[in-house]
């Protein structure tokens, strides 16, 4: 009696077959559509560039900019024609002093400077944006004023380079 009524109670009359090929299609047609997802958020990415056309990526070259504004020793103001170095060209009105600090950086909106970052002929970037000028002493900061910073990336010589326009020049 009791082995009759075991056997009838472990049967299995599942169909489970049926159930794992659409567990498998489901999951083929969700890593398809993550695919296509991905891959048209990356086309839609503002950042997103063809750095073999233009020898840096968008991005990098974004950086570079930023990392060449802040670095005010070798930042060059262009004056008359020449090349004028930005720390010179401020200690002209007042002198820095002992523990003065100049800073440069690109004030603009991240999505204002993507739009202002655009491509050259044969190869490379350019981007124009303001760069706000300031001495920091200690805490203090003392704004200069706002110089348009003009950035290119070369694509032959694989070089970033960045300088500070006087207006009306």
Known sequence: MLGGDMSK??????????????????????????GFVTATAVRANPIYSDREANGISKYKF????????????????GAMGQAIPLKTLVEQSSPLKAGDELHAGIEAEPAE????????????????APATIAVHSGENVKTLGQ??????????????TATLSLPGQ
């Not at 567990?23 to 047609?29: D, E, F, M, Q, S």
């Not at 739009?115 to 044969?122: E, L, N, W």
Request: proline share 1%; net charge negative.
């Open 9 to 34: 109670h472990t049967t299995s009359t599942s169909h489970g077959g049926a159930g794992r090929a659409l567990l498998w299609v489901a999951i083929i047609l969700t890593v398809a559509l993550l």
């Open 62 to 77: 974004i950086e570079a900019c930023k990392e060449i504004a802040e670095d005010t020793e070798e930042l060059t103001v």
């Open 113 to 128: 400077i993507i739009k202002a970052t655009q491509t050259v002929d044969g190869g490379g970037w350019t981007l124009t």
């Open 147 to 160: 110089l348009p910073l003009a950035c290119t990336h070369d694509k032959k010589t694989g070089k970033t």
